[in-house]
């Protein structure tokens, strides 16, 4: 399946001796505004922004390798047509040339959206697919010597920047195999990025039923009773408890949630540097629990008290700035500061997941309210965030629910991981022809 080639040495390293070297200008389309930015400030504000309209793409729709597309603020197709220049579509590359650098995404061929407007800190390239696969040069720009290309002109001042970012992207290089075999290796890397995308919408589905079947049971007490029909509108016994305001059966308790699981805050990590470069952890911090760890994360001495060491599956809440819980499923890691890692000795894992996402919109809603720049919550939010305990025979019972939904989630997160480790060994190695996918070019 794999064949050796013999390479040459090029401005982007060694390739295979029958691959080209080219220009991104040279393999931009002719069509009209090919090579394009994002509207200059002036043209395009706040005062723009809908919620619905053309979507406008911003840096948080481009992480990791995945194009996100949802979290728009959108403008008017008036506003659209205004900056023409800025409009982007299908099958073209989005690049962002200020803030968080780097970052590449690729419209993909069944977007739901016609066409959207690149922020001010991006820019748009639409191939030419006569001479390339999009999709090939999306991954050639993701690779590390790609990388190294695209970042070779820019600027730490202030806020990271490229130098002349059109002109800079007009001069980055790439290889250039035939069509034909970029077309193999980009479909290589789509079947394992496919992968990961399916595993991500499953993940999204089992978390919604997870979510749904404890709102049936702790929010709206229809659990099954003896006779298996729903306890509340069944007629089961209900008590008025004066904490909640509300009514709950008569069997349950309260407790806080700080009383049925612990919750750990992280070390401030940079008072623990790497003593080598082996024995490391990565470091998680907020933008991990979105992300995953990445080549840009953090690493720390593996020398620390064994209770802040992070594996998968376990529960992680960030508390400061950006609020989020999540099964962690990256891989072992280090826990920073402003992240908790939740744990239980008394009751399961799905009970306290669940509940603190009950709660995080109140917590957010409590850290939007800070007057400072990161806003955050305290141990007594979580000492005043009351939590139904139901008897230990119901209690067993949604077990039996829950569990196999938390495993499948930790073993989709894990899975999807092992992909992308495997997406980005591969990367570097057929986007250097080192590894030839067999193709037949006529």
Same mark, same amino acid.
């Given at each position: 399946?794999?064949?050796?080639?013999?390479?040459?040495?090029?401005?982007?390293?060694?390739?295979?001796?029958?691959?080209?070297?080219?220009?991104?200008?040279?393999?931009? %389309?002719?069509?009209?505004?090919?090579?394009?930015?994002?509207?200059?400030?002036?043209?395009?504000?706040?005062?723009?922004?809908?919620?619905?309209?053309?979507?406008?793409?911003?840096?948080? /729709?481009?992480?990791?390798?995945?194009?996100?597309? %949802?979290?728009?603020?959108?403008?008017?197709?008036?506003?659209?047509?205004?900056?023409?220049? &800025? /409009?982007?579509?299908?099958?073209?590359?989005?690049?962002?040339?200020?803030?968080?650098?780097?970052?590449?995404?690729?419209?993909?061929?069944?977007?739901?959206?016609?066409?959207?407007?690149? &922020?001010?800190?991006?820019?748009?390239?639409?191939? $030419?697919?006569?001479?390339?696969?999009?999709?090939?040069?999306?991954?050639?720009?993701?690779?590390?010597?790609?990388?190294?290309?695209?970042?070779?002109?820019? &600027?730490?001042?202030?806020?990271?920047?490229?130098?002349?970012?059109?002109?800079?992207?007009?001069?980055?290089?790439?290889?250039?195999?035939?069509?034909?075999?970029?077309?193999?290796?980009?479909?290589?890397? %789509? @079947?394992?990025?496919?992968?990961?995308?399916?595993?991500?919408?499953?993940?999204?589905?089992? #978390?919604?039923?997870?979510?749904?079947?404890?709102?049936?049971?702790?929010? $709206?007490?229809?659990?099954? /009773?003896? +006779?298996?029909?729903? =306890?509340?509108?069944?007629?089961?016994?209900?008590?008025?408890?004066?904490?909640?305001?509300?009514?709950?059966?008569?069997?349950?308790?309260?407790?806080?949630?700080?009383?049925?699981?612990?919750?750990?805050?992280?070390?401030?990590?940079?008072?623990?540097?790497? +003593?080598?470069?082996?024995?490391?952890?990565?470091?998680?911090?907020?933008? +991990?629990?979105?992300?995953?760890?990445?080549? &840009?994360?953090?690493?720390? %001495?593996?020398?620390?008290?064994?209770? =802040?060491?992070?594996?998968?599956?376990?529960?992680?809440?960030?508390?400061?700035?950006?609020?989020?819980?999540?099964?962690?499923?990256?891989?072992?890691?280090?826990? /920073?500061?402003?992240?908790?890692?939740?744990?239980?000795?008394?009751?399961?894992?799905?009970?306290?997941?669940?509940?603190?996402?009950?709660?995080?919109?109140?917590?957010?809603?409590? @850290?939007?309210?800070?007057?400072?720049?990161?806003?955050?919550?305290?141990?007594?939010?979580?000492?005043?965030?009351?939590?139904?305990?139901?008897?230990? #025979?119901?209690?067993?019972?949604?077990?039996?629910?829950?569990?196999?939904?938390?495993?499948?989630?930790?073993?989709?997160?894990?899975?999807?991981?092992?992909?992308?480790?495997?997406?980005?060994?591969?990367?570097?190695?057929?986007?250097?022809?080192?590894?030839?996918?067999?193709?037949?070019?006529?």
């Amino acid at each position: 399946m794999i064949k050796e080639q013999r390479l040459k040495q090029t401005e982007v390293g060694m390739i295979p001796e029958d691959w080209d070297i080219t220009y991104v200008e040279s393999i931009a %389309s002719h069509e009209k505004y090919s090579l394009s930015m994002g509207p200059f400030g002036s043209n395009i504000t706040k005062d723009n922004f809908l919620s619905r309209g053309v979507p406008v793409i911003r840096g948080n /729709n481009l992480t990791a390798y995945r194009f996100l597309d %949802s979290d728009f603020v959108f403008v008017s197709e008036q506003k659209a047509n205004e900056l023409l220049s &800025s /409009n982007a579509r299908a099958n073209d590359i989005v690049i962002t040339h200020r803030g968080t650098l780097g970052q590449v995404a690729i419209i993909p061929e069944n977007s739901k959206y016609k066409r959207y407007v690149v &922020s001010q800190s991006g820019m748009k390239l639409t191939c $030419d697919r006569q001479q390339v696969d999009p999709d090939f040069v999306f991954y050639w720009l993701k690779s590390p010597r790609g990388q190294q290309e695209l970042l070779k002109n820019t &600027s730490q001042t202030g806020v990271p920047a490229i130098a002349q970012p059109l002109s800079s992207l007009r001069k980055v290089m790439l290889p250039k195999p035939h069509i034909v075999e970029q077309h193999a290796i980009a479909k290589v890397f %789509s @079947a394992l990025d496919s992968k990961i995308e399916l595993n991500h919408q499953m993940d999204k589905t089992l #978390e919604a039923i997870g979510q749904a079947t404890f709102k049936h049971w702790f929010m $709206d007490f229809e659990f099954p /009773n003896e +006779e298996g029909k729903p =306890y509340k509108s069944s007629g089961g016994e209900m008590v008025y408890n004066e904490e909640l305001g509300k009514e709950m059966p008569k069997s349950w308790e309260t407790k806080p949630i700080d009383e049925i699981a612990d919750f750990l805050n992280g070390l401030a990590l940079q008072n623990y540097p790497p +003593e080598n470069e082996t024995d490391v952890l990565p470091v998680i911090k907020i933008r +991990e629990l979105r992300q995953g760890i990445s080549e &840009s994360t953090d690493r720390a %001495s593996a020398n620390i008290p064994k209770q =802040y060491i992070v594996d998968d599956g376990d529960v992680l809440f960030s508390w400061s700035g950006s609020l989020e819980v999540v099964i962690w499923a990256s891989g072992k890691g280090a826990l /920073n500061q402003h992240l908790f890692k939740v744990t239980s000795a008394n009751f399961p894992k799905w009970f306290y997941y669940h509940w603190i996402l009950q709660y995080l919109p109140e917590y957010r809603h409590i @850290a939007e309210g800070k007057a400072t720049t990161m806003g955050h919550i305290q141990r007594h939010h979580l000492k005043s965030s009351l939590v139904l305990v139901p008897d230990e #025979e119901t209690l067993q019972r949604m077990d039996k629910i829950q569990v196999p939904i938390i495993e499948k989630l930790i073993q989709i997160g894990v899975q999807s991981r092992r992909l992308s480790q495997i997406r980005d060994m591969l990367l570097p190695k057929l986007m250097s022809g080192k590894i030839r996918v067999p193709v037949e070019v006529r």
